[in-house]
């Protein structure tokens, strides 16, 4: 999955980011959001969720991923 699909995804949930970059190596990618949660999106389909967020945003955020990596 793309970061530019994963940011449309999270977007139509309600989580608005802010910018992204790549990561250090170009290993993959991050999605800085405006709640203060930072997605790292791995070249290996790995992904996890950091930054400042309560533990039902991250949980939330961890849901919509896993859905969306499960489906592709």
Do not use: C
Not at 3 to 29: P, T
């Amino acid at each position: 999955m793309r970061s530019r699909d994963v940011v449309n995804l999270l977007e139509d949930a309600g989580f608005m980011h802010k910018y992204k970059r790549s990561l250090l190596n170009n290993l993959g990618k991050q999605i800085f959001l405006e709640s203060g949660a930072i997605i790292n999106l791995f070249k290996t389909g790995q992904w996890n969720v950091q930054g400042k967020v309560t533990p039902r945003q991250k949980a939330y955020l961890e849901a919509i991923l896993g859905n969306a990596f499960k489906k592709h």
